[in-house]
């Protein structure tokens, strides 16, 4: 039994349609690439617009909290539910008025996430090393340590350009997949419906 004759008929139909598509896939690939390369080119730049987006992100979270705050039942879990969400915009709004600022406090919150998410690997591999491959954990883990410790050490000047560095790299890698996967939706085999007879 091959891989075609066992996909349902609509998936099939689905995947179809989403084949005639690949051109756009690696047009929004080279896009991507595109704007990696310009984000590489001015890491400040790239830098604030990382930090606007999450601005963007905890202002819009801190209106959905105060919102659903009117909606519990209780006193007290009003009151969180409200004071959570006023921090979280108060976060977002401080992040446009000062975006120098906040670049310094993600900055180090990244150092740290890094280190703690190295740490966790690290415990996570030695805890079951019966796993095959706990050894990429535990090289995966070193890495985040790595990383970490030589953003911690270089904060806060390196508050600069850090962020900018990892939207630069997220955008080339994304452009990278979209366009292999608009290749490969190319290359594939036609897949054809099952014959009712």
């Keep these: 039994m091959t891989l075609n004759s066992d996909m349902p008929d609509d998936f099939k139909k689905a ?10 896939f690696v047009v929004l690939g080279i896009l991507f690439l595109i704007f990696g390369g ?3 080119g001015n890491l400040f730049l790239a830098t604030i617009a990382s930090v606007y987006v999450i601005g963007i992100l ?5 209106i959905v909290e105060i919102i659903h705050s009117f909606g519990v039942k209780t006193w007290g879990s009003f009151f969180w539910w409200f ?3 006023l921090l979280y915009a108060i976060a977002g709004f401080l992040a446009f008025w000062n975006p120098l600022l906040a670049s310094v406090a993600l900055t180090f919150l990244l ?8 740490i966790l ?9 019966s796993v095959s491959g706990w050894g990429w954990v535990v090289a995966a883990g070193i890495i985040s340590i790595l990383v970490g410790l030589i953003i911690a050490f270089r904060w806060p000047t390196n508050s600069l350009w850090v962020l900018g560095v990892f939207l630069a790299v997220d955008l080339v890698f994304q452009g990278w997949a979209y366009i292999a996967f608009g290749i490969a939706l190319k290359n594939a085999p036609a897949l054809e419906s099952k014959s009712t007879v």
């Excluded at 690997?121 to 090393?129: H, I």
Aim: positive net charge; hydrophobic residues 55%.
């Design 111 to 118: 150092a740290v996430s890094l280190i703690a998410a190295g």
């Design 83 to 85: 004071l959570s969400g």
């Design 15 to 24: 995947l179809s349609e989403t084949r005639t598509k690949w051109g756009w």
């Design 38 to 40: 310009i984000a590489f």
């Design 58 to 62: 905890m202002l819009i979270g801190g």
């Design 121 to 129: 690997r690290l415990w996570v591999a030695f805890s079951d090393r």
